[in-house]
């Protein structure tokens, strides 16, 4: 089992930074790679970025150039948020897939207002 606890988010202007946390516990010796999603109301669940435990990253076209994702050995992720725009308005899930399980966090709330 892992646990996940995001944090960090909040109500911030267009053009403004955040930054999310997630933490995680437990059988934390399986996770391999880690990610941020989001899911904006009315819309489905989206990836945001990924992060190997390798370094390898991968982002949404979307955040591509304003976001950056990084780790810390395996019990942490960040997703540094800049140039926020009013569509980056989301609840942003952190997510740490072990083999057929999916483990999720419980969402972080970010409003940007335009």
């Known amino acids: 089992q892992v646990q996940l606890v995001e944090s960090g988010g909040g109500l911030v202007q267009a053009g403004g930074s955040l930054k999310l946390s997630c933490a995680a516990s437990g059988s934390i010796f399986s996770i391999n790679a880690m990610g941020w999603y989001r899911q904006a109301p009315g819309r489905q669940r989206e990836l945001v970025a990924t992060?190997?435990?390798?370094?390898?990253t991968k982002y949404a076209e979307s955040v591509k150039g304003r976001f950056t994702i990084s780790r810390n050995a395996k019990d942490a992720v960040y997703l540094q948020m800049n140039i926020l725009k009013f569509e980056d308005t989301a609840v942003y899930y952190c997510?740490?897939?072990?083999?057929?399980?999916?483990?999720w966090g419980q969402g972080t709330q970010v409003t940007v207002s335009s």
């Open positions: 997510n740490a897939p072990v083999g057929p399980y999916a483990y």
């Open positions: 992060i190997t435990t390798g370094g390898s």
